[in-house]
């Protein structure tokens, strides 16, 4: 078992068997500590069932380019959720008090396939930060305080691995949401049966929608407290973003999502336009009629992202080189090299260096030769420099290796090795290939390019209840 730094800052105050007195907590430390436990015996068994259940191929069938990032990703989030709860049950005792043992949890449709299952850890772990944020303001002892803070950091840090996981935005907002107790039943007690928690849950709210949700889309909802009884064209829909003073109201009926968001969206329907303030002392409860549901909006993609999901970054190479490298020659091992990635190879005359520079417009992968091998090597220049090499094929040309006009489709060079090279209109398209006349350069030829292809990797599959690039949930 990995013990984090967390266990010792909470276990630490409480377990020297020489002191002379009981430590005392007020009831609100004591309800926060078990609530605490029980998420986090939540979490921890939500990752032992997925861990149980999915194997390797599981993960490549879901686009996961190497199966083993996300499955080293979970056993440690997992390994860290038994720590967590260690550590505050040890708390809970040391203070005189029994931890809840009694809970239950189904996971139900969350666990279908890999996809849903990353998509729901994702949201378990922006939920778990959130009930951390808001149980702050309930915690009276500032040592406890200081030692759930140290558990809050790596619930974050979660959170980010799940965000990169989902092929989204590593770190979508600057501020996250802090919730209460029963906002956060809300999102996890569909999940929890057989114990009494002593708190009591908002209604929980589900978005319907089927298809892909993003700015535009109009939201629809359900819940068992919009069952009639409630006029609907009295009631709205606040969208709270973190970071935000307050929630943004929207009428029922056309609750639809704004621009420019990305990330978690934390939804509620209330009986008026008030807007809920965005801390757990101030906002108003009696006006909730359910939620929060917790909503993705991911607008915005990153190459972090892109690259854990499929390997490939929004920059699609074209390179030459041919190999075994390890992982099946997906890239397992990196080593940095500023903006390029090194896939090392076992071959010690291949390595392939892929590119994903943005400043170069062809954005191309290069295949290099490593010194000591026999093969000849290529350079791959943009548009705008071979058309300069040609315009200039007058002059002395002293570039050595063969140029590749990037994008162009490969073709023979002609027999004749002494064929003169010219350009028709100067700065325009070459149409004659082979080598100049000194034999300095080749042209291998000219191809139009289309712009380059950077749309983002289709997000991963939502649950029921959401679909596309956002979704959405109303129990985790």
Known sequence: MRFTTAFVA??????VSAAPLKRQASDNTVLVLKFADVLEQLESEFYAQALNKFKSEDFEQAGFASAQLP???FEVIQSDEVAH???IRSVLQSLGKEPVDTCKFDFGGALNDVAT????????????????????TLIDDVVILDAAASILTIEARHQTVLNILNGATAVPQAFDIP???SEVLALAGPFISGCDLGIPANVPLAITNTGNIGPGTR?????ASIDGTISEDTLFCQMMLGGASTSLPLPFKDCVVPDDIDGPVAIWITRDNQPLINNVRDRATTQQVAGPAMAFIDTKFEELGQLARNGK???KGKGKGKGKGKDKGKGKDFKGKGDDFDFDNKDDNKDFDFDFDDSNDDQVAEAQAQPGTETSSTTVISLDQASAVVAAASSTVTIEPTIAVAGAAASPAPSSSAQSLSASTPGGPNMQTGKSADGAITVIGWSNIPAPDTAPAAAPAAPASGGGGGYSYGGY
């Open 179 to 181: 919730l209460t107790p």
């Open 313 to 315: 970054g929004f920059h």
């Open 219 to 223: 939201l629809e909802f359900s819940a």
């Open 117 to 136: 299952m990353a998509a729901t850890a994702r949201v378990v772990e922006n939920v778990g930060v959130g009930a951390y944020l808001g149980g702050a």
């Open 85 to 87: 709860s260690t550590a």
């Open 71 to 73: 499955l080293e990703q």
């Open 10 to 15: 909470l276990a630490a105050p409480f377990l």
